[in-house]
C-alpha cells in the first residue's frame, strides 16, 4: 500500500511536472519551424497560449512546486511583448490579447491586420479614448466664472442687508469673503484662467452665503434688493455713455498740440516775412471766370493743405484750377505761409481773411443770437457759405468743398452739369437705408405756423460738403436776402436746431439739383461699416462726425484716404510730431 502511494505521488508529479513544461517544449518547437514573421505573430500570442494551462500553474502553485517559474515565464513573455516591469512591481496576470484589444469598427480592424502584417503591434484603443476624454476636459468653460460671479451679486445683496441690521460679524465675513472671491477671479474670462484656490474659496463663500439665508430667509426683500442693484447699475451704464459722448464731443472740439505746433511755427515765419514775400503766386488768376473755382472755409491748416492738394493732385487741368480757402484773421498767417511754403504745383492758391470783407460788420451782427453748444455749427466760417456770391461777385459758378473732405476724382465735370435753373446742386439725404439718412422735422420745428405753411416735412433733404452753386441764379433769387430773414426769425422763436444745414435746406428750398451719389460719399466721420467698394467709387469722401481723421478719436480704417494727401515729410509736421 505504501508503495502504491509512493507511485502515485510520483506519477502526479510527472503529470505536474508536464503540464509545466510541455507549452515551453511546444513554444520551442513552434519557434524553430516558424519563419521571422511567423515568430514575431506567435511571440504575441503567447498570452493566450499560457492562459490555457493557468489551472495547472494554479495547481502546481498549491503544491508548493514551479511557482517561481510560472514568474519567470510570465515575466519572460512580459517582456517579448515590450511591457517592463519595475523592481519590486507587483505582477499582474496578464489578460488574453482579445481583452487588451477591442475592436469596434471595421476601419479599425483593418488597421490592425495591416499592422500584424508588418510585425508592428496594434495600439490599445483604451489609451485612445483617454486622451479623447482628457482633451475635452481640458476644453475651456467659463462655468466657474459666472458662478464666482453670481456668489459676489448674492452677496453684495446680503451685505446691504445685514450693514442694516447691525450684524457685524455677517458683514465682516462677507466683505472677506467678496474680497477673497474677487482677487480669485481677478480678470479671468475662462476658467482656465483662475488662480489654483478658487474652489476653496468659493466653498467659503458658498458656506458664508448659506449662513447668511439662515439669517434673512424672506425671498421677497433679496428680489426688492437685486431689482434695486440692477437699476442702480443701468443708471451708471447711462452716466458713463453720457460721460463718454462728452469726452468724445470734447476730443473733437480740441485743438491737437501737435497742430497748435504747427500754427505757431508758420505764424512766426509768416510775420518774419517782408510784406512783398507775403503774397501768393499768381492771383492775377483768382477773378477769372474761366478758370474752375473752388472754395472752402477753414480754421484748420493741415484740413485746408489736405483738400487743396486732393483737388489740385485729381484734376486733369490742375493749371486751370483757383483754390480760394476763407479764414479768420488768427489762421490768416498760419494757412498763407504753408501755402508760401508747399505751392500746388500749377494750380492758384488765394487765401481770405473774413475780417477784411467791407460788409463783415453787417454779417457779424446777425450771427450774434446764434447758440450752440458745438462750434461747428455756431462758427462764424459755417455761415459764410450763405455770402459766396458777395465773396466772389465776378464768378458765375463755383464748387464748395468743407473742410473735412477728401477729393479723389477729377470735379471739372461738376462745372459743366446744367443746372436746369437751380442754384444748388448737391446729393440727397432721403435714402432711409444709408446712414447719412435726414429728415426735415429732425432739424425743424413744423408744429411752428409760419414753418408748416411754407415748407413740407417729407421733402428730400440733402447734404453740405460738397456743393455746385449756380452764383448768377443765386444773386438772381437773392437768396442771401432770404437766409437772412429766416436767420433772424429764427433768433426770436425756435425754429429750427442751431447751425447751417437745415437754414440751408430752408434757404435753397426747391432750388436743389439732385446729383448723382457718387459724387460725394458721407459718414467716413462716424459711421465705421461703409462698403469699402463705395469709398473707391466715390469722387468726394467726408468725414462729416465728430471722428475726424486728423484727431485720435478718428476712424482708423478711413484715415488713409486723407493721409494720403497730408505731407507728412515736410520739417514742420515731423518737428511737430505730427504723424499718419
Given at each position: 500500500?505504501?508503495?502504491?502511494?509512493?507511485?502515485?505521488?510520483?506519477?502526479?508529479?510527472?503529470?505536474?511536472?508536464?503540464?509545466?513544461?510541455?507549452?515551453?517544449?511546444?513554444?520551442?518547437?513552434?519557434?524553430?519551424?516558424?519563419?521571422?514573421?511567423?515568430?514575431?505573430?506567435?511571440?504575441?500570442?503567447?498570452?493566450?497560449?499560457?492562459?490555457?494551462?493557468?489551472?495547472?500553474?494554479?495547481?502546481?502553485?498549491?503544491?508548493?512546486?514551479?511557482?517561481?517559474?510560472?514568474?519567470?515565464?510570465?515575466?519572460?513573455?512580459?517582456?517579448?511583448?515590450?511591457?517592463?516591469?519595475?523592481?519590486?512591481?507587483?505582477?499582474?496576470?496578464?489578460?488574453?490579447?482579445?481583452?487588451?484589444?477591442?475592436?469596434?469598427?471595421?476601419?479599425?480592424?483593418?488597421?490592425i491586420s495591416s499592422q500584424h502584417d508588418h510585425g508592428v503591434r496594434a495600439p490599445r484603443l483604451t489609451v485612445h479614448h483617454s486622451?479623447?476624454?482628457?482633451?475635452?476636459?481640458?476644453?475651456?468653460?467659463?462655468?466657474?466664472?459666472?458662478?464666482?460671479?453670481?456668489?459676489?451679486?448674492?452677496?453684495?445683496?446680503?451685505?446691504?442687508?445685514?450693514?442694516?441690521?447691525?450684524?457685524?460679524?455677517l458683514v465682516k465675513e462677507l466683505k472677506l469673503r467678496i474680497k477673497e472671491v474677487e482677487r480669485a477671479m481677478g480678470e479671468a474670462?475662462?476658467?482656465?484662467?483662475?488662480?489654483?484656490?478658487?474652489?476653496?474659496?468659493?466653498?467659503?463663500?458658498?458656506?458664508?452665503?448659506?449662513?447668511?439665508?439662515?439669517?434673512?430667509?424672506?425671498?421677497?426683500?433679496?428680489?426688492?434688493?437685486?431689482?434695486?442693484?440692477?437699476?442702480?447699475?443701468?443708471?451708471?451704464?447711462?452716466?458713463?455713455?453720457?460721460?463718454?459722448?462728452?469726452?468724445?464731443?470734447?476730443?473733437?472740439?480740441?485743438?491737437?498740440?501737435?497742430?497748435?505746433?504747427?500754427?505757431?511755427?508758420?505764424?512766426?515765419?509768416?510775420?518774419?516775412?517782408?510784406?512783398?514775400?507775403?503774397?501768393?503766386?499768381?492771383?492775377?488768376?483768382?477773378?477769372?471766370?474761366?478758370?474752375?473755382?473752388?472754395?472752402?472755409?477753414?480754421?484748420?491748416?493741415?484740413?485746408?493743405?489736405?483738400?487743396?492738394?486732393?483737388?489740385?493732385?485729381?484734376?486733369?487741368?490742375?493749371?486751370?484750377?483757383?483754390?480760394?480757402?476763407?479764414?479768420?484773421?488768427?489762421?490768416?498767417?498760419?494757412?498763407?505761409?504753408?501755402?508760401?511754403?508747399?505751392?500746388?504745383?500749377?494750380?492758384?492758391?488765394?487765401?481770405?481773411?473774413?475780417?477784411?470783407?467791407?460788409?463783415?460788420?453787417?454779417?457779424?451782427?446777425?450771427?450774434?443770437?446764434?447758440?450752440?453748444?458745438?462750434?461747428?455749427?455756431?462758427?462764424?466760417?459755417?455761415?459764410?457759405?450763405?455770402?459766396?456770391?458777395?465773396?466772389?461777385?465776378?464768378?458765375?459758378?463755383?464748387?464748395?468743398?468743407?473742410?473735412?473732405?477728401?477729393?479723389?476724382?477729377?470735379?471739372?465735370?461738376?462745372?459743366?452739369?446744367?443746372?436746369?435753373?437751380?442754384?444748388n446742386g448737391a446729393v440727397e439725404t432721403c435714402q432711409e437705408d444709408k446712414s447719412s439718412f435726414r429728415q426735415m422735422a429732425r432739424?425743424?420745428?413744423?408744429?411752428?405756423?409760419?414753418?408748416?405753411?411754407?415748407?413740407?416735412?417729407?421733402?428730400?433733404?440733402?447734404?453740405?460738403?460738397?456743393?455746385?452753386?449756380?452764383?448768377?441764379?443765386?444773386?438772381?433769387?437773392?437768396?442771401?436776402?432770404?437766409?437772412?430773414?429766416?436767420?433772424?426769425?429764427?433768433?426770436?422763436?425756435?425754429?429750427?436746431?442751431?447751425?447751417?444745414?437745415?437754414?440751408?435746406?430752408?434757404?435753397?428750398?426747391?432750388?436743389?439739383?439732385?446729383?448723382?451719389?457718387?459724387?460725394?460719399?458721407?459718414?467716413?466721420?462716424?459711421?465705421?461699416?461703409?462698403?469699402?467698394?463705395?469709398?473707391?467709387?466715390?469722387?468726394?469722401?467726408?468725414?462729416?462726425?465728430?471722428?475726424?481723421?486728423?484727431?485720435?478719436?478718428?476712424?482708423?480704417?478711413?484715415?488713409?484716404?486723407?493721409?494720403?494727401?497730408?505731407?507728412?515729410?515736410?520739417?514742420?509736421?515731423?518737428?511737430?510730431?505730427?504723424?499718419?
Open positions: 500500500m505504501k508503495r502504491f502511494r509512493r507511485w502515485q505521488r510520483i506519477f502526479i508529479l510527472f503529470l505536474l511536472s508536464l503540464s509545466v513544461f510541455a507549452p515551453l517544449v511546444l513554444v520551442s518547437i513552434r519557434l524553430k519551424t516558424l519563419t521571422s514573421e511567423g515568430k514575431n505573430k506567435f511571440v504575441e500570442d503567447l498570452p493566450s497560449i499560457m492562459q490555457q494551462y493557468k489551472s495547472d500553474v494554479i495547481l502546481l502553485s498549491a503544491v508548493g512546486q514551479g511557482s517561481r517559474t510560472s514568474d519567470v515565464k510570465v515575466e519572460s513573455g512580459s517582456e517579448r511583448r515590450g511591457t517592463q516591469q519595475l523592481v519590486g512591481e507587483e505582477v499582474k496576470p496578464i489578460k488574453p490579447r482579445e481583452e487588451l484589444v477591442t475592436v469596434k469598427t471595421k476601419d479599425h480592424s483593418d488597421q486622451n479623447n476624454s482628457r482633451n475635452e476636459t481640458r476644453k475651456a468653460t467659463d462655468e466657474k466664472v459666472k458662478q464666482m460671479k453670481d456668489q459676489v451679486v448674492r452677496a453684495r445683496a446680503y451685505l446691504s442687508f445685514a450693514t442694516t441690521a447691525g450684524n457685524t460679524h474670462r475662462k476658467d482656465s484662467e483662475l488662480s489654483r484656490g478658487r474652489l476653496q474659496k468659493m466653498k467659503y463663500m458658498e458656506s458664508t452665503l448659506s449662513k447668511a439665508s439662515h439669517v434673512y430667509p424672506d425671498c421677497s426683500n433679496m428680489v426688492n434688493k437685486l431689482r434695486a442693484m440692477t437699476h442702480s447699475a443701468e443708471e451708471q451704464v447711462q452716466s458713463q455713455r453720457k460721460q463718454t459722448t462728452f469726452l468724445t464731443e470734447l476730443a473733437g472740439r480740441t485743438t491737437p498740440k501737435g497742430l497748435h505746433c504747427l500754427s505757431m511755427r508758420l505764424t512766426t515765419d509768416y510775420f518774419m516775412l517782408q510784406p512783398e514775400k507775403q503774397m501768393l503766386p499768381n492771383q492775377q488768376n483768382v477773378n477769372n471766370p474761366d478758370f474752375h473755382h473752388y472754395v472752402t472755409f477753414s480754421d484748420n491748416v493741415l484740413a485746408a493743405a489736405v483738400v487743396v492738394n486732393s483737388t489740385v493732385s485729381n484734376a486733369m487741368e490742375p493749371e486751370r484750377v483757383v483754390f480760394h480757402v476763407v479764414t479768420d484773421s488768427l489762421n490768416f498767417p498760419t494757412i498763407s505761409m504753408w501755402f508760401l511754403l508747399n505751392p500746388p504745383g500749377k494750380a492758384t492758391i488765394q487765401v481770405l481773411n473774413m475780417q477784411d470783407f467791407q460788409w463783415w460788420n453787417m454779417f457779424e451782427s446777425s450771427q450774434e443770437k446764434q447758440s450752440s453748444s458745438d462750434p461747428r455749427y455756431s462758427s462764424l466760417l459755417n455761415h459764410l457759405r450763405f455770402y459766396l456770391p458777395e465773396i466772389f461777385p465776378q464768378l458765375g459758378k463755383i464748387v464748395f468743398l468743407d473742410h473735412d473732405v477728401v477729393v479723389q476724382k477729377d470735379l471739372s465735370g461738376l462745372l459743366t452739369i446744367d443746372m436746369k435753373g437751380k442754384v432739424f425743424i420745428n413744423f408744429s411752428d405756423p409760419l414753418v408748416a405753411r411754407k415748407f413740407d416735412a417729407n421733402t428730400c433733404t440733402w447734404a453740405f460738403g460738397m456743393n455746385l452753386f449756380d452764383l448768377r441764379q443765386w444773386r438772381h433769387h437773392d437768396l442771401t436776402s432770404s437766409y437772412r430773414r429766416f436767420l433772424l426769425k429764427g433768433n426770436g422763436r425756435p425754429l429750427w436746431k442751431a447751425g447751417s444745414l437745415p437754414l440751408g435746406w430752408i434757404t435753397f428750398y426747391n432750388r436743389t439739383l439732385p446729383l448723382d451719389q457718387r459724387w460725394h460719399l458721407l459718414g467716413l466721420g462716424f459711421d465705421s461699416v461703409l462698403r469699402l467698394e463705395d469709398i473707391e467709387q466715390a469722387a468726394v469722401i467726408h468725414y462729416d462726425g465728430i471722428m475726424k481723421p486728423w484727431l485720435d478719436i478718428g476712424i482708423k480704417k478711413y484715415k488713409s484716404y486723407w493721409n494720403k494727401y497730408a505731407n507728412y515729410d515736410h520739417p514742420y509736421m515731423q518737428q511737430c510730431n505730427l504723424h499718419g
